[in-house]
């Protein structure tokens, strides 16, 4: 990391900032789509509960977005500051979601139908345009 | 602070490095450039918030709502999902290699990367737009505008506009198909679960006067034909006098966790019900409310008859425009996840659906512009080694639209 901004000096005198190497493009853009391919498929199989599968496909998301703001975001070669102002947000965002479900089992059950008639849509044929 | 002004009066304001757009309140192409990019960072740092608000309503919905989002998502289309994170990480790359090429001064890589990325975004915006017409036009919206012309799994649905395309005077139920078809119901006949063989009940239905003591008169006794008006195009009238006529109506009940296997055997869980439904022509509409709509069902000869009469109030069963409806009988069936209809509240997923994609696709779409900015800048020769700047952002803000698509594909599209 030290040396990477040097890399960009050595390059071509100016370096405002660092060039990503092409290499490391294609292959941050080949594991996402690779990540996207393996998403898709594992959302078709059940991993042993609707839990686990969500824990999966996020644990993939995730993934996808560090790469996504570690090398097209050049934040891993960039200033120190940028990933506090990012990371700040991502943890005011988390504990934005935190506090909101704080009391998600506070409450008593809502009864939105009686369980011996539930409520229904008819299904069946169009009615027709009176 | 006046010696630095000096400094840079003395250069005209555009520093050492030659490129004109170094401005002249910076010290130098580096000092501007930085400026810029923290600038950027704080910017990403508020659409980080600004989506984590819609994110925070997906979320808290999705824990006391979870039967909704495995219903609803099947709506959505993996295939047209997949696609568009596909497309939104190729623009994310040609966008990254965009500021590459700006960075080594390789100005036709530049132009050609930019137009790249515009190109990636606008079939985003295409798929999307073919996305949101379709369920424009099946009404799969946001609030009270969802009213589904049929489930996820394909069975008409009875909506309250009943303005689905294509689909005005579709009356035949044909419950060995699963689906209904056009022209009109044959046979007397109702199939009253469409897991046995066969055909369960054979119905009359008819309409009686209400007597002035409020009983019903049965010797006013009407048959109601099912044999109803013909299919005819979107907007023309309907042949008033084939009017009223019924038809049968399969509609699963819906339970409160049709995730569940154990909790769907048990109690409420997706029993099955076959309705009347008789419909009314507008002219006839006015002088109903005094009678009733009364079906006779029995099971047809070889096995033994039995009577499902049951009687309703035609004015306590309108729904919606016309449309009575009474209930028959009753079955326990199995599986009917998807092919009940959906859960109460389900326009919530849509309403979050479009509120997430909708301000998505408003930043893709702002990205084009300033995408298009930037070519026409690539084009004028303007960016250079040392001035790259808005190039780097504009790549930036692009990743970050990207970044929130990633999330919201698996949880909008994957949900299981």
Redesign the interface.
Known sequence: MATAPHHGHDDHGHGLAHVAAIKVLLATGGTLLLLTLVTVISSKIDFGGASINLAIAMVIAVTKATLVVLFFMHLRYDRLFHSVVFCSAILAATLFVGFTLMDTDQYQQTNIWNPTAPPMAPVGPRAING | MSTSHDAHADDHGHGH?GSPFVQHHYDD??HQ??SG??GI??F???E??FF??L??AY??YR??H?EIY?YAHKWLD?KMG?IN??VL??S??T???A??CA???QRRGLIFCIAATIACACGFLVIKYIEYSHKYHEQILFGRYFDPCE?PGG?????KS?D?PG???????DFGAGK?TEGC?ESSTIDLDPREPGVQAECEVFEVKLGHDGKPEESSKKPITNV??PKIGHGEE?EKNK?P?W??????????DL?DPAKRAQ??AGRP?V?I?V????DD?EHRPHSIIKAECKKPAPPPAVDLTTEVEHHKLE?????A?THVEEHHGHDLLY????P??TNMFFTIYFAMTGLHGIHVLVGVFVFIWLLIRAIKGQFT??Y??PV?YA??YW??V??IW??L???LY???
């Open positions: 490095h192409a580096q450039f930085d990019k923290l960072w704080i990403l740092a508020q980080v918030l984590s608000a994110f925070v979320i808290l824990v006391h979870g495995s993996v997949a994170t596909a990480i190729t994310s790359l966008a990254a290699w500021v590459r960075q080594l001064n489930t069975n008409p649905l009875i909506t009943n689905c689909r005005l005077g579709t009356v035949k139920w209904a119901f109803c008006a309907w009017f006529c038809m049968p109506s399969y509609q699963p009940a819906v339970c409160p995730t109690g409420a019900q309705g439904i419909s009314y022509g507008e509409h729904l919606g425009r016309g449309l409806k092919a009940g209809p959906p109460e509240h080694p040392d790259f700047g780097d790549a930036l990743h970050i990207d970044l990633i999330f594909f698996p949880l994957l949900i299981v």
